[in-house]
């Protein structure tokens, strides 16, 4: 049972490969018994919602039990009548459970700084946008070539036009989110760092990239890393403070 647990929440917290993920939602469609357990976890879930650490994870696990031992009985029968007889249930317990994903992704993606940060890097970084004082060309190309997700000449490009003065913030903030965008977070923050630096800048964006990288990178330390920063982008009003202080509250 307490695998099953951990299964199911593995998917709701976005552990779990694509391929995973894939047998997983299969796993709903055709056998009712884990379509119910699913249910079960949801509804369970929602009662404690707001409470994911140790005393209420038992209490989850406790609720769990309890509730996966009434409804045994109701497992078993589903299991022992034959398909026919149970066609109405079977795809009443099948529609629920996908729906009831279907939110509870959302769910669950609201609450990971990890999945907050990537659903903002889908939304807002995959394509970079030419500044209005952009005049070189070779800016235009990198960001062309970063467009047409030719990293490798994109990076070239930035990488040759950090060290030039009037183009090197724009440039640097590009190699940030390119390395951002390919999951090199070591290297992004570094340059989201660098960016950081330029005090003459009518708006600066590097401390809040630094924090979206540092929450996508999810390693030990980093969500409170991230919150010291959005706290300092939110009471200087920095680039990103209005998302900041949606995010905040999650970290």
């Given at each position: 049972m307490i695998?099953?647990i951990?299964?199911?929440?593995?998917y709701?917290?976005?552990n779990?490969?694509?391929?995973?993920?894939?047998?997983?939602?299969?796993?709903?469609?055709?056998?009712?018994?884990?379509?119910?357990?699913?249910?079960?976890?949801?509804?369970?879930?929602?009662?404690?919602r707001?409470g994911?650490?140790?005393?209420?994870?038992?209490?989850?696990?406790?609720?769990?039990?309890?509730?996966s031992?009434?409804?045994?009985?109701?497992?078993?029968?589903?299991?022992?009548?034959?398909?026919?007889?149970?066609i109405?249930?079977?795809i009443?317990?099948?529609?629920?459970?996908?729906?009831?994903?279907?939110?509870?992704?959302?769910?669950?993606?609201?609450?990971?700084?990890?999945?907050?940060?990537?659903?903002?890097?889908?939304?807002?970084?995959?394509?970079?946008?030419?500044?209005?004082?952009?005049?070189?060309?070779?800016?235009q190309?990198?960001?062309?070539?970063?467009?047409?997700?030719?990293?490798?000449?994109?990076?070239?490009?930035?990488?040759?036009?950090?060290?030039?003065?009037?183009?090197?913030?724009?440039?640097?903030k590009?190699?940030?989110?390119?390395?951002?965008?390919?999951?090199?977070?070591?290297?992004?923050?570094?340059?989201?760092?660098?960016?950081?630096?330029?005090?003459?800048?009518?708006?600066?964006?590097?401390?809040?990239?630094?924090?979206?990288?540092?929450?996508?990178?999810?390693?030990?330390?980093?969500?409170?890393?991230?919150?010291?920063?959005?706290?300092?982008?939110?009471?200087k009003n920095?680039p990103?403070?209005?998302?900041?202080?949606?995010?905040?509250?999650?970290?």
């Amino acid at each position: 049972m307490i695998d099953t647990i951990e299964y199911i929440e593995k998917y709701f917290r976005g552990n779990l490969s694509d391929e995973e993920k894939a047998q997983f939602e299969r796993k709903c469609e055709v056998d009712p018994a884990f379509a119910e357990e699913v249910g079960l976890y949801i509804s369970v879930r929602d009662n404690i919602r707001k409470g994911l650490h140790a005393e209420k994870k038992r209490q989850f696990d406790g609720m769990y039990k309890e509730r996966s031992s009434k409804n045994k009985g109701a497992t078993d029968l589903v299991k022992s009548r034959p398909f026919l007889k149970n066609i109405r249930t079977y795809i009443t317990l099948t529609a629920a459970c996908l729906l009831l994903l279907l939110g509870w992704m959302v769910f669950f993606t609201e609450s990971s700084p990890k999945q907050l940060a990537s659903t903002y890097i889908e939304n807002n970084l995959q394509m970079l946008s030419v500044p209005m004082d952009a005049s070189q060309d070779s800016l235009q190309l990198g960001i062309g070539a970063f467009n047409q997700q030719d990293y490798v000449s994109a990076e070239k490009i930035f990488r040759s036009l950090a060290n030039q003065d009037k183009l090197a913030p724009e440039a640097i903030k590009n190699l940030g989110i390119l390395y951002l965008v390919t999951d090199e977070y070591d290297k992004a923050i570094r340059e989201f760092e660098v960016l950081s630096e330029f005090t003459n800048l009518r708006a600066n964006p590097g401390a809040f990239y630094k924090a979206v990288t540092l929450m996508k990178r999810d390693e030990s330390g980093d969500a409170e890393k991230a919150k010291e920063i959005l706290e300092d982008v939110i009471n200087k009003n920095l680039p990103g403070s209005k998302e900041a202080a949606k995010w905040i509250n999650e970290l």
